[in-house]
């Protein structure tokens, strides 16, 4: 199986920044895609951010202009990069790893999810 380590959460001011990353491990073979969601008691999971392995990326409008995703392939690890937090930014995020794992099998793994808390 491929499982998928998230770290970077924690407590924040408004105003700042926070970068959090999610690591692949397992027989993986290669990554298609790549994302964050976010949720919040008595809501759905929305999105965050994508992006694929070709690198095109895309945002939620509430965070274009603010977060960046990014990738280290070497390492099998994407990256939320989050500047400008704002007190609704404060979330449980989750990573979204999809691709393949021991050549031929398809996956599609999530994290445990992070608490960002952003103080006002």
């Known amino acids: 199986q491929v499982q998928l380590v998230q770290s970077g959460g924690g407590l924040v001011q408004a105003g700042g920044s926070l970068r959090l990353a999610c690591a692949a491990s397992?027989?993986?073979?290669?990554?298609?895609?790549m994302g964050w969601y976010r949720q919040n008691p008595g809501k759905q999971r929305e999105l965050v951010a994508t992006l694929t392995s070709r690198g095109s990326t895309n945002y939620a409008d509430s965070v274009k202009g603010r977060f960046a995703i990014s990738r280290d392939n070497a390492k099998n690890t994407v990256y939320l990069q989050m500047n400008s937090l704002k007190s609704e930014d404060t979330a449980v995020y989750y990573c979204n790893i999809a691709g393949t794992r021991s050549l031929k099998f398809t996956f599609d793994s999530w994290g445990q999810g992070t608490q960002v808390t952003v103080s006002s």
């Open positions: 397992g027989s993986i073979s290669s990554i298609n895609a």
